[in-house]
């Protein structure tokens, strides 16, 4: 049984173009992440969100915006997409609060924009 | 200066050695985890630390915070444990380290 699931695996794309990433987990937890992986391997946090707070990474450009349906989906919106937002995008969720329990990741979304 | 370093960056060993990967911070934390990151770039959560020391395995994890330094250890290496081990420590959000890319040879 998958915990935590992304879609799509990989995602090539033309800039200016609009996407979107999915995110499920299946663990009953109450907070979900996104994070960027650059070119060269540095993790960076975008979000944290459980149903009641959103925290927003200051640095993340406002085109990127998460989507949570319900409790256990946490979606990413890009728009306006540019070369420099090629990336691997991980979804992760926590039992609780941002950070202070264990976080299991889901397997990355390559994305690439030409 | 990142304010999570990570060393060595990059750690050639034969297998059986026990290995040691460093982490320094230099911020007030709430808590430190220890990540793996495999060859085909699955993300795995090994620890979370607030105090002390855990084990798992042959994996144990310390923390000193008045030091503001983390370690992990690994005994017995095998080449099984080669993958990127990543420290991330918690001040609000999640701010991480670099990475130390660990190749164990057999």
Known sequence: DTAVSQTPKYLVTQMGND?????????GHDTMY???QDSKKFLKI?????????IINETVPNRFSPKSPDKAHLNLHINSLELGDSAVYFCASSQAGTGISVQFFGPGTRLTVL | KNEVEQSPQNLTAQEGEFITINCSYSVGISALHWLQQHP??????????????KKHGRLIATI??????SSLHITASHPRDSAVY?????RGQLTFGSGTQLTVLP
């Open chain 2, 40 to 53: 085909g770039g699955g993300i795995v959560s090994l620890f979370m630390l607030s105090s002390g020391k």
């Open chain 2, 86 to 90: 990543i420290c991330a420590v918690v």
């Open chain 1, 19 to 27: 996407k979107s990433i999915k995110c499920e987990q299946n663990l």
């Open chain 2, 64 to 69: 000193n915070i008045q030091e503001k330094h």
């Open chain 1, 46 to 54: 975008m979000f944290s969100y459980n149903n009641k707070e959103l």
């Open chain 1, 34 to 36: 996104w994070y960027k």
